[in-house]
């Protein structure tokens, strides 16, 4: 069974799962496929080559899947993949990949997109993420697993933000943020570890303890940082959350690593 409100567009083409709701006022474009249980509340567009995943709950006046505004893109036919469970608020922006970052933009499984938020052109947004009211992301910015970006905050083209990392609010972030790591400002300094966040998510007190110890030296002033991750690396060799920030901030990148202020460092 499929609700479709007398007053709602479906283009011929679209493809509509079971139990999908579409509410007053939307507009579904051809190649557009909704998965089981898809909701579009009202006043919704959906257009281009875009995927919603099943049981995503979409909210009055989002605009999904209209071309990128990047002037490089000439037309080419790209995609907007999104996962199941998500839910996306009123006003929301998702654009569709360009051939400079390979044609997709994609967002993960149960994340929270917040009213205002926008995700620009080739991003990756994987699971559990939650983007907070006006957060911004400009175009191939990666986003991992359960990171936070606060209100009206605004991350740089090609910036990385590792796994369970928080971005507060109103920040202006231009350069990597490492997993397990918390920024602020205009521009944006590593503020400390998400200790809140590794809390909430049962991570050991062991565990927490050692990545205390690991940023500690990762970002003292003593020698280069090339050689702290060797001491680090060499410390905390059999912890994989520790392991994790050596190897992100190893990773080839376009961006520097957003790094702490001295005072933050000690």
Request: glycine share 10%; net charge neutral; hydrophobic share 35%.
């Given at each position: 069974m499929v609700d479709i409100h007398s007053s709602a567009v479906i283009e011929q083409g679209a493809q509509l799962g079971e139990d999908v709701r579409i509410g007053p006022f939307c507009v579904v474009g051809g190649e557009v496929n909704l998965g089981d249980g898809v909701e579009l509340v009202s006043n919704v567009v959906v257009a281009g080559d875009t995927t919603i995943g099943a049981n995503t709950r979409v909210f009055p006046f989002a605009s999904i899947g209209h071309p990128p505004q990047d002037l490089k893109y000439k037309g080419e036919h790209s995609r907007l993949e999104?996962?199941?469970?998500?839910?996306?608020?009123?006003?929301?922006?998702?654009?569709?990949?360009?051939?400079?970052?390979?044609?997709?933009?994609?967002?993960?499984?149960?994340?929270?997109?917040?009213?205002?938020?926008?995700?620009?052109?080739?991003?990756?947004?994987?699971?559990?993420?939650i983007l907070v009211n006006n957060a911004t992301l400009a175009g191939h910015v990666v986003v991992d697993e359960w990171a936070i970006v606060g209100g009206l905050s605004a991350i740089h083209q090609f910036v990385r933000v590792g796994r369970h990392a928080m971005i507060g609010g109103m920040s202006g972030v231009?350069?990597?943020?490492?997993?397990?790591?918390?920024?602020?400002?205009?521009?944006?300094?590593?503020?400390?570890?998400?200790?809140?966040?590794?809390?909430?998510?049962?991570?050991?007190?062991?565990?927490?303890?050692?990545?205390?110890?690991?940023?500690?030296?990762?970002?003292?002033?003593?020698?280069?940082?090339?050689?702290?991750?060797v001491d680090v690396a060499d410390e905390f060799h059999d912890n994989e959350p520790v392991m994790e920030i050596v190897d992100f901030i190893r990773a080839d990148s376009s961006r520097a690593i957003c790094q702490p202020r001295l005072e933050d460092a000690a």
């Open positions: 999104i996962g199941c469970n998500n839910i996306i608020r009123e006003h929301v922006t998702i654009n569709p990949g360009t051939e400079g970052g390979g044609l997709l933009t994609s967002v993960g499984n149960n994340c929270l997109i917040m009213v205002g938020a926008h995700v620009a052109h080739d991003c990756q947004i994987r699971d559990h993420v231009e350069n990597d943020v490492i997993p397990y790591g918390s920024v602020t400002g205009n521009r944006a300094h590593l503020s400390s570890l998400n200790i809140v966040g590794l809390r909430r998510r049962n991570f050991s007190r062991d565990v927490i303890h050692d990545l205390r110890k690991a940023y500690r030296l990762m970002f003292a002033p003593e020698g280069t940082l090339v050689e702290r991750l």
